[in-house]
């Protein structure tokens, strides 16, 4: 099975835990979205790539 197929038949619940344990877990991501939470700008937006980088590890 690829990557990206992995969970694809666990629960929506299920995907969401383990998609935020993903991210969490590469601790430049999460550095990157505290710090945008924490400039509480109106409109900010996460490139898809660092997502699927940090989560291709898995």
Same mark, same amino acid.
């Given at each position: ?6 969970? @694809?038949? +666990?629960?929506? =619940?299920?995907?969401?835990? #383990? ?11 999460? @550095?990157? +979205?505290?710090? =945008?939470?924490?400039?509480? #700008? ?11 980088? @940090?989560?291709?590890?898995?």
């Amino acid at each position: 099975m690829t990557m990206h197929l992995r969970y @694809a038949n +666990l629960p929506d =619940a299920e995907q969401k835990r #383990l998609f935020l344990d993903i991210i969490w877990a590469d601790r430049n991501v999460r @550095a990157a +979205l505290c710090a =945008a939470r924490d400039l509480a #700008l109106p409109d900010w937006l996460v490139v898809s790539g660092v997502l699927y980088n @940090a989560s291709g590890m898995r």
